[in-house]
């Protein structure tokens, strides 16, 4: 009895420390387990309730979705668009990219699930073996167990991690069809001008060889010096030159649409000569928050700071125990007699002392969190100032565009004037001429007013992200 009683004073501090290492252990493991629940916000700064331009043309939500260019009524365009969108080299690069992110995203906590492998080997040794080991058969064939218990959430924080790893490719692959659009677009744009510009080029020449002409005539008569005809001669030939250079544009331009579509060859759709597409007129305010919805790189910089939050909980995951379970099923050279064995069983890691090297990262880590915050800021702040930039020359080119075709207008009736005065003997036909090349000028300044016009209207586009809707970004997945 006496021994029992022994016994059972030895005992009772042993259950009392371990009643007070469970009671010390619960904070811990609580506070452990809060590293799951970090969730960060992505504040934007404060923007006005509208642009500082709210009655400016800008585009509206109908017309910026996947088709966001059927308002230019231009079926080359279209044709165009669509086809660059199969076939261009960049986006198909981005999609793939878009592929390997996703399909490392769904494995990315694959090592917190059991894991199952087989081996086999064959070893020898010069030593006594000991025949009870199982891992030291001469012959052995394995069936090996392997998992990480996540005990403190870090299977999810993983996941999300990886998770917004492929919505962010997504974003880029976003960014990528909108940026070819655009610059598609953009080129066509000055496709046609460039085209248009050139056929008032040879207009132009074919009116100044007649005032050449006329100037001659005149200085041969006595009526000019040759002064004039010399001038005339000049004119001509700046023409001729800037219908090459005007030419030399158009190739130029048709190859780097066709670079967009992924091909060395000229589009044939794009030779013939086809009139300036216009850029619609939409009299809706967009809202500055309606960037935060639509613009790739704005979503892109959110998820940057949601993944930094993800990466701080696993930072701070690190600082706590690491349960390991793994097993093996061997199957070999018979030991006492058995083909069969069996060995394995849990393991814990704790971290006790690395200089600080987990607390160092856990710092390091809600600095790159500040830091993805700020740049998510200052994002939407450059995406304000663009969008706003872009509304403001939308509207000086439509100005632009109004100013120029009145002055077209002016001109073609001072034209008709001159015209009318030389069927009435009033008026020689040099001042016909000129008034037609005064026509022909203004068209020309026109045709550019209306190139930018549309560029700037593309702009606007761009910078309010209307292009093809959003890639999905693959679900939020959990382990276990």
Known sequence: MPCLESESMMLRPVHTLRRRLCVLSIPFILSACSVAD????????????????????????????ENWWHP?????????????????????????????????????????????GVTGLAQGATGKSNDKDLTRRPLQFN????????????????????????????????????????????????????????????????????????????????????LQ??????????AKLEAARLETAIGDAMQQI???????????????????????????????????????????????VLQ?????????????????????IGIGTPVNGNLFGLMGGPSLQLPVLDQGKRRDLIVARKAMLEEATAAYRQSVLVAYEEASTAIRALQIARQNVARQEGIVSSARRASKAAGLLQRE???????????????????NQLSQAIEEEALAQIAVVKVMAGTASPVAAPAARTGG
């Open 308 to 328: 930094a939050g993800a990466e701080l909980g696993l930072a701070q995951a690190d600082l706590y125990p690491k349960l390991h379970l793994s097993g093996m």
């Open 38 to 65: 970090l969730e960060p916000t992505a504040v934007p700064p404060q923007l006005p309730a509208t642009y500082r331009l709210a009655n400016a043309p800008a585009p509206s939500v109908a017309a910026t979705g």
């Open 229 to 238: 005809a010399d001038a005339a001669a000049g004119r001509l030939n700046a």
């Open 143 to 226: 069936l090996e167990l392997g998992w990480e218990v996540a005990l403190f959430g870090e299977d999810k924080l993983k996941q999300k991690a990886a998770d917004l790893s492929a919505a962010m490719v997504a974003e880029d692959l976003n960014a990528a069809r909108l940026a070819v659009a655009t610059e598609t677009a953009s080129t066509y744009v000055k496709l046609r001008s460039l085209q248009k510009r050139a056929d008032i080029a040879r207009g132009t020449i074919t009116l100044l060889s007649r005032s050449q002409r006329l100037a001659t005539n005149r200085a041969q008569n006595g009526l000019d010096t040759r």
């Open 258 to 304: 066709a670079t967009l579509q992924g091909s060395a060859t000229y589009d044939a759709s794009l030779v013939p000569a086809h009139p300036q597409p216009r850029a619609p007129i939409f009299q809706t305010s967009s809202q500055p928050a309606d960037l935060l919805r639509r613009r790739p790189d704005v979503r892109r910089a959110e998820m940057t």
């Open 72 to 116: 230019f009524h231009d079926p080359v365009l279209d044709g165009l668009l669509s086809r660059t969108a199969e076939r261009n080299l960049t986006v198909a690069q981005a999609r793939q990219r878009l592929v390997a992110a996703r399909a490392l995203a769904h494995s990315e906590i694959a090592s917190y699930s059991p894991n199952l």
């Open 425 to 443: 003997g009033l008026a020689d036909a040099s001042g016909s001429v000129s008034e037609s090349l005064s026509v022909l000028e203004a068209e």
